[in-house]
């Protein structure tokens, strides 16, 4: 984990990144995670790493009992289910870097944003900024996935369904991004950043 600037004037933003599969989000997250005013927020998962993916940087990759464990400890700020695989977001680690004033990055799906936003914890409810980066039409999402080849045409259709559901939730989001080339996604989303930065409801009160 990088070791990012903490803002004495404030507290920590919690950034939310959604998207369909294949929108570009991981491109962008790949961007962002260059620029380190910000602490990316390492997920747990019961999924097998995929060839490259390192424990403790890509996710921390736990056994079924070990997540639920967790969830049972009460872990996690928020968990879901993502293609039959457990996903959940550390509540501690979160809440320490926003308390330290620095701003986390979450790279969630909609069912973890709709439960972090639902959270009855104050503070991190007001320090959300959610952002839906969404394709510019489902044919373009269609081409993407067919060019990264990396789902079967039956995955590709399970895929593109849930993409049309994801669709219908950009609207809880307080910001939409349609996706264009990876610097024009990156671009949009540092002016969010730097427009969230400046909020006048954020600065503290001296
Ligand atoms: P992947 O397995 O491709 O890395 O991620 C699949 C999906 O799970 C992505 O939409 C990603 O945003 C989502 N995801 C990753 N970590 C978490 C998490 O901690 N909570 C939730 N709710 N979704 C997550």
Known sequence: MNNPPAS???PGILFILSAPSGAGKTTLRTMLQRTPDFVYSISCTTRQPRPGEEH???YFFLQKEDFDRRVQNGDFLEHATVFNNSYGTLR???????????????DIDIQGAELVRATTHEKIRAAIADVFLM???MDVLRQRLLKRGTENSEQ???????AETEMKARDKYRYNIISGTPEDDFQNFRAIMLAERQLSRRLLSD
Do not use: I, M, N, W
């Open 135 to 137: 394709p510019a039409s």
């Open 92 to 106: 501690e680690t979160v809440l320490d870097s926003l308390d330290r004033g620095v701003d986390v990055l979450l």
């Open 56 to 58: 403790g940087k890509d």
């Open 8 to 10: 004495p004037k404030r």
């Open 156 to 162: 590709l259709a399970v895929r593109l369904g849930k």
